[in-house]
């Protein structure tokens, strides 16, 4: 935890060397304005909660009435803090595995839990940014269309194969995985691996007992529904923002724009994609043109591009903090059960 509040000023750098080399001040982005600011967390606030209430419809549909309701959404808007301060937005499922487990789950059943709700998110935004990439290639943006196709295409793929494909076959450590972790590992390595190979095995049997009965696939299409519509609230956010500065967009198109930057921001190459979001966003709107970060009359500004990443980014930051801390990281007494 250390590390990533450490990590978390470097993520400003990126805003920093922007508003150093377009001229950006204080006042530019204050002059956005409380109502459009407040809108947009209230909007980002909306996508974190129906995310948490996803999560704990998941849970209670395999667990029963298992914890407060409201703990499971708590616990699930604190895990995007790992997310936030992670390269390509991974970690959060560890996190609700972690908090499932301790309050009694096996940790199979934690797994398939926190898979369910990870694969809908991922399916539902992988579908959205790739609808943004062919309207990008539509329109002429080869290099910004092949990013965002390239990566959503390829994480989108990668979970919902390795998903469905779990119900066939039983997944074990690769090999070469295996023979470094006892190569380096000695003994603990090997337990460590054996642990995992057993860890992963459960994990596909559930896969196999759940995935093709009617009531896994209502939970899936609901929690689809769910991550469409959270992921359609942070969208909206940066339409929000934009109106402070008296740039119009429809949300249809704010939405694509966002989820454009979100599939570039997946890139391992910041934390919680810095920088990346920033100029993908605005090299989607600027005549979708990935090298003219020139701004243009009556195109977005770099005030609303930094006011927008403000609300979205770093108040969620701290409020997924806060619920991270005192729900999913506190000393949790095991159930009786």
């Keep these: 935890m250390n590390w990533r509040l450490v990590a978390i000023p470097v993520t400003l ?4 060397i922007i508003a150093i080399q377009f001229d950006i001040q ?3 982005v204050l002059a956005i304005g409380i109502f459009p600011f407040a809108g947009a967390i209230i909007a980002m606030m909306i996508k974190l909660g129906l995310q948490g209430i996803k999560f704990a419809y998941i849970t209670r549909k395999y667990l029963g009435n298992f914890d407060s309701f409201f703990k499971l959404v708590g ?3 604190g895990s995007e803090f790992i997310k936030f301060t992670t390269p390509m937005f991974v970690g959060a499922e560890f996190v609700v595995i972690y908090y499932l487990h ?3 789950a096996k940790p199979a059943k934690s797994a398939w839990i926190a898979i369910m709700d990870i694969v809908t998110e991922v399916f539902a935004a ?3 940014s790739i609808m943004a990439g062919i309207i990008a290639l539509l329109n002429g943006a080869y290099v910004v269309a092949a990013v965002i196709l390239a990566t959503s295409i390829v994480i989108t793929s990668l979970w919902m194969v390795m ?3 779990s119900s066939k076959h039983t997944f074990q450590v690769p090999k070469v995985l ?3 972790a006892k190569r380096f590992g000695k003994e603990k390595g090997a337990k460590a691996i054996d642990k995992t190979n057993i860890w992963m095995e459960e994990v596909c049997t559930m896969s196999r007992e759940n995935l093709k009965t009617s009531e896994s696939k209502k939970i899936f299409g609901i929690s689809f529904l769910f991550s469409l519509a959270s992921w359609s609230f942070y969208g909206i ?3 929000i923002i934009a109106m402070g500065t008296g740039f119009v967009i429809n949300a249809f198109d704010s939405i694509m724009a966002v989820m454009g930057a979100n599939a570039i921001g997946n890139l391992p190459i910041t934390i919680g994609g810095s920088g990346l979001a920033e100029f993908g966003i605005v090299a989607y709107i600027n005549n979708l043109d990935p090298f003219a970060f020139e701004i243009s009359e009556g195109v977005v500004a770099w005030d609303a591009v930094i006011g927008w990443r403000i609300a979205t980014y770093y108040v969620p930051i701290a409020v997924t903090w806060l619920l991270l801390v005192k729900l999913a990281l506190s000393k949790i007494p095991k159930s009786q059960s």
Aim: charged fraction near 25%.
């Design 178 to 180: 295996e023979n470094l």
């Design 102 to 104: 301790k309050k009694g």
């Design 26 to 28: 204080i006042e530019d």
């Design 126 to 128: 992988g579908l959205l």
């Design 13 to 16: 750098i990126p805003i920093f």
């Design 237 to 239: 956010s940066f339409m």
């Design 75 to 77: 616990v699930r808007v």
């Design 163 to 165: 998903f469905f494909l």
